[in-house]
Nanobody, 124 residues
Framework: QVQLVESGGELVHVGDSLRLSCVDSGDPDSGLAMGWFRQAPGQEREFVAAISRNGRNTVYADSVKGRFTISRVSAKNTMWLQMNNLKPEDTARYYC?????????????????WGQGTQVTVSS
């Protein structure tokens, strides 16, 4: 069974960069479509970025476009999120997700697996 684990979150300052990682410790060769979501306290989990199974197609939320870059290992459930020019609004717990459907998914309902999340805090 797919078991996603995120890492890399920490306390940073405005303008700093971070690189989050997501690895599948359960079924890493299943090659699923993947994505990043984030959730702040009291808020709904929101879409950040998604990537197709082969890594050639990506989509980003408007709030992170131009600052964040999603990447992956093709055909493996290994993924990264490079976050540049971080803002206080980026403060949230970041979750890695995987979908059994093909494509680049922006909705939570299309994801079948989730990690436990990693906290990113951007101090102003």
């Amino acid at each position: 069974q797919v078991q996603l684990v995120e890492s890399g979150g920490e306390l940073v300052h405005v303008g700093d960069s971070l690189r989050l990682s997501c690895v599948d410790s359960g079924d890493p060769d299943s090659g699923l479509a993947m994505g990043w979501f984030r959730q702040a306290p009291g808020q709904e989990r929101e879409f950040v970025a998604a990537i197709s199974r082969n890594g050639r197609n990506t989509v980003y939320a408007d709030s992170v476009k131009g600052r964040f870059t999603i990447s992956r290992v093709s055909a493996k459930n290994t993924m990264w999120l490079q976050m540049n020019n971080l803002k206080p609004e980026d403060t949230a717990r970041y979750y890695c997700g995987a979908s059994r459907y093909s494509g680049q998914h922006t909705l939570k309902r299309n994801y079948h697996y989730w990690g436990q999340g990693t906290q990113v805090t951007v101090s102003s």
